[in-house]
């Protein structure tokens, strides 16, 4: 039976599509009670097509750690007093006083995810899992798009479809995975995305793997090399990327304050060539960069086996992937040495893509609502400082976005940073445009 109610007699304030830590962030901002007493409390759920919470499952590395302070949570830094925080999830766990003596900010990433599974099942009344959206459509009355109907379907119950009417969504649909133009995943070609289930699948089988191949200079790359290294004992690891060498991450106390809630103000209001230069200038915050710790732990390696002469990891620098022939038992690569064009072709047993993740468009993900927003000169979405997506002047139904917006809210957008701040900018927005609807029917 549903979670959530639907049909055209109950009326949504904000119906999330997406359940990940954005939208998680959000529902425990907007289950909180407004303000002004004698305010109805809202109206909100969330739709997510997942059967559970999920983040990143495919790389819960076991000795993974965060790349951000644990202070940057759901809801600290918009409420530092709230029961939803990582420190409220330690002592409800029992481990306050042991993560206290490790002297860090930075968890593992197996418990930030089970911290998000923690305050996921807090706001379980709020969300509907297995709901795939699959429409969203304006409805009109008197000329106005005042609602959207949002239309889901339960993947295990093929054809039943369910109808739910908002005045407003909020989309954090999360990011997609990247491949290289012709790239097909297949048993032996990879998105660093599915990396742990495959490599158990693999394992499980009893499959001998004597050659893998990862292709990314960034940390997910990174990781998948030393996890496929220290998962396939026998096999020589290859990682080729156009660079010289991984490039460290920048997480220097100046460079950080690109993620400061205040950076995304600044940036907001700055001129088109001044966010192009703040973007340029600060990519290497989390863009194809690496933890100093990861890459030394590799150097490490690559020379303990040189010294031992059995070299496993090898670093195919400087280098491009030019033709990919995948077959059902192996990976026949031709790998390019740019700085002499020489060629090598490798018989591989696996390639894995770390080319990162890329945000789904309004349009694909939405269909006839994005042809209601409002475009720049560039094409790209009319977004206000709320995360509320600009209309044309015949829609009061609100389109919030949490991720794509890089382009009008700075790097922040699509990151944890500033996850906690940004749903309580977005709840703040929700109220304030219910207060002037509720002022506008009264007159």
Sequence with gaps: MAALRSGPDFIYDVLGIGFGPSNLALAIALQEPPASSGTDPLRVGFLEKQPRFGWHRGMLIDDATMQVSFLKDLVTMRDPTSDFSFLCYLRDRGRLADFLNLKTLFPLRIEF????EWAA???AGLVEYSAEVVSVQPV???????FFDVTSRDPREPGGLTVRRTRGICVATGLEPHLPP??????RVWHTSELLPRVDELKGSGTPVRRAVVLGAGQSAAEAVDYLHRNFPDAEICSVFAKYGY?????????NRIFDPEAVDLFYEAPREV???LHDYHRSTNYSVVDMDLIEALSRQMYQEQVQGQRRLRMMNVSRLREVAAGSQDVKLTVEFLPTGEREVLDADLLVYATGYQPQGIADRLGEIGKLCLRDDEDALRVGRDHRVETLPTVSADIYLQG???HTHGLTSTLLSTTAVRAGEIRASVLTRRAATTVDAVH
């Design 113 to 116: 995810h089970d911290y998000f």
């Design 121 to 123: 099942a807090r706001v």
């Design 140 to 146: 009109t009355e008197d000329g106005v798009v005042r």
């Design 182 to 187: 012709d790239a097909v995943r297949s048993e």
């Design 247 to 255: 490039t460290p991450a920048d997480d220097s106390p100046f460079a």
């Design 275 to 277: 966010k192009r230069s």
């Design 404 to 406: 794509g917006t890089e």
